[in-house]
């Protein structure tokens, strides 16, 4: 089975948050994504809404419910008791727990599962008791993966960010991948299925998926966002699943 796509729609709330204008629509252009093949929609709704907006969630959810019943709604945040009554308010399919300090721009690290695991088994209980799938970021490594498994969680998100930041230098991105290859390969071993996320594009999918032949899902936005500023969203989601590995 080739890797799922799932289209992170922050980069369009983003733009359209620069203006007090409902364009771009977060939820059309979530409905175009879908529409071309995506798998899935992706939010991070931070606490100042400065990309999602909390009132985007029941609109996704809508969409996803009535159009397009086989895809799925993946929530991601740092969970706040704020941010888990939005979920169980939306019930998403997946839920992505990311360490995240509100000031941050973006994700760019992944849980301490050896610190952090106490902290993050209750919240996990919590939401695969209301039913979603829950994926924990982790960092490319496979130290405090065995205690990421313990918490309970179904899935870890390996952060990409390291891997696509060496775009231009091939021999650090071939280190950076096998950092991920290894801590993949130990994941799975373990039971946990694997995703992964930040800063992918075109270009660097197909090593990460021959090299993770287990991927289940990535998720994207920045990436893809840029590219349908170039191609249209229809075409850059369908550029995507190719390199994705989807005929």
């Not at 992170?8 to 359209?16: D, G, I």
Request: glycine share 8%.
């Amino acid at each position: 089975m080739p890797v799922k796509l799932s289209v992170n729609l922050n980069a369009v709330a983003m733009l359209r948050n620069r203006r007090d204008l409902p364009w771009p629509s977060v939820t059309g252009l979530g409905r175009v994504a879908l529409a071309a093949g995506a798998h899935g929609l992706t939010v991070h709704p931070r606490p100042d809404q400065r990309h999602t907006r909390y009132s985007d969630l029941p609109a996704l959810r809508a969409l996803i419910d009535d159009e397009f019943p086989q895809a799925e709604f993946n929530i991601e945040g740092y969970p706040t008791e704020e941010f888990l009554a939005l979920v169980e308010q939306n019930q998403p399919e997946q839920v992505t727990l990311v360490p995240d300090d509100p000031a941050q721009a973006t994700s760019d690290h992944g849980w301490n599962f050896g610190e952090q695991s106490a902290f993050l088994t209750p919240v996990v209980r919590r939401l695969k008791k209301g039913g979603a799938r829950v994926s924990l970021f982790a960092n490319a490594e496979t130290e405090g993966l065995s205690a990421a498994r313990d918490t309970g969680a179904d899935r870890v998100e390996f952060y990409t960010g390291p891997y696509a930041s060496h775009h231009s230098n091939e021999a650090a991105m071939a280190r950076e991948l096998d950092k991920l290859g290894q801590a993949a390969d130990v994941a799975l071993e373990m039971g946990l299925e694997v995703n992964a996320g930040h800063d992918l594009v075109v270009a660097n999918l197909p090593a990460l998926v021959k090299r993770i032949p287990g991927l289940a899902e990535v998720s994207i936005g920045h990436g893809l966002t840029a590219d349908a500023l170039e191609f249209g969203m229809e075409k850059t989601v369908k550029r995507f699943l190719k390199a994705c590995g989807w005929p």
